[in-house]
């Protein structure tokens, strides 16, 4: 009789663990899902604009290089590229594909003001010259005019799949509220998948700082953060920010309005790198003019266009890669993306219109 209340007690323990193990389960679990939630809510949605005109083709303006641009010299073709896993160096003139240089962009050049001529030179200059706040306001104001109004590209899809045909359609839109900027890169392709590539950050007088970057396919998600210094990865892996870095989805307007605004040449034999951050690692690409090409296109009928095509990565932790078609006449935009995926893949997207606020 004196065993039963120790078999009780016993009992009662087992009890009263497994009760605390279910318990920790459920915060266990419900910590994920609010981990998993606040990575999901990282992006900021922009409330989608009004379209108003449609853009043709035009001659373009006139570019003006900018002094000395970083990647403006010929450069050999080499094999690879420096990546990063867990540390960026920052690039120097020797650091490549395996050895090419980084284009680290360079500041928008600021308006200057003559000075007046005559005894009242300096009075004068005082008097129009603005403070160093105003100064300051005014050059970002510059910056930002400079970056085209709301666009979508909306393009055909085409391509190949082991021995079938592939067919869709595809986006890449550009937004901007401010200095705050929206690139989102959508590929549908017909009953087989869907992919949407997101990046958000700041325009800033060096092109686009990118903060938040997350593709989504099959349902699933994954994406990547970026501070000023840092660079915080998919797998949770923190590396620094390298000067000028870009994302997957904006790379594409920041290479367009680099070759806009002059600040790399489109020529033949030229080439531009810059750090790309991606989910699983920084690396550094370098894209190389090849040709330039007339493109027939569904409605804006033929188009010249720049090639340019990626260097192999040292480290590309998969076999997809994107050549682009850079178009003068239509404000530098990329009529034409191949995305390639080994031998046994590739996607084609060929602009069919461009939608303009």
Do not use: C
Not at 151 to 166: A, E, M, P, V, W
């Amino acid at each position: 009789m004196a065993r039963r209340p120790s078999l009780k007690a016993a009992r009662a323990g087992r009890l009263a663990g497994l009760g605390l193990a279910v318990l920790l389960l459920h915060l266990l679990a419900l910590e994920g899902l609010a981990r998993y939630q606040a990575q999901a809510t990282l992006l900021r949605p922009m409330v989608a604009p009004m379209y108003t005109r449609l853009l043709q083709p035009q001659a373009p303006a006139p570019v003006v290089a900018a002094p000395n641009p970083p990647a403006a010299r010929t450069q050999p073709r080499r094999a690879a590229i420096n990546s990063v896993a867990k540390s960026v160096p920052e690039p120097t003139p020797t650091t490549a594909m395996e050895a090419a240089p980084a284009a680290v962009p360079p500041s928008l050049p600021e308006a200057t003001q003559a000075a007046p001529a005559g005894a009242a030179a300096e009075t004068a200059t005082a008097s129009v010259t603005p403070s160093a706040p105003e100064a300051t306001t005014t050059t970002a104001t510059a910056a930002l005019d400079r970056w085209p109004g709301d666009t979508r590209l909306n393009y055909r899809l085409g391509g190949r799949f082991r021995s079938g045909d592939l067919y869709g359609d595809a986006r890449v839109q550009w937004q901007r509220e401010g200095a705050r900027y929206q690139v989102r890169v959508d590929v549908d392709v017909t009953l087989l998948a869907t992919l949407v590539m997101t990046s958000q950050g700041e325009v800033t007088a060096d092109g686009l700082a990118p903060s938040v970057y997350e593709e989504q396919r099959r349902g699933r998600h994954r994406g990547l953060r970026m501070t000023g210094s840092e660079v915080l990865l998919a797998n949770g892996n923190v590396v620094p920010r390298p000067a000028g870095v870009q994302d997957t989805a904006s790379q594409f307007v920041e290479l367009s309005q680099r070759f806009a605004t002059g600040r790399e040449l489109l020529e033949i034999g030229r080439s531009v790198s810059f750090w790309l951050a991606r989910p699983g690692a920084v690396d550094l690409w370098t894209y190389d003019v090849v040709a330039r090409e007339v493109l027939a296109t569904p409605r804006l009928g033929e188009v010249e266009a720049f090639h340019l095509t990626p260097r192999p990565i040292a480290n590309p932790r998969g076999n997809i890669t994107a050549e682009m078609w850079f178009a003068p006449s239509l404000q530098y935009l990329p009529v034409k993306i191949r995305v390639n995926m080994g031998d046994e893949a590739h996607l084609d997207l060929l602009v069919e219109s461009i939608e303009q606020r």
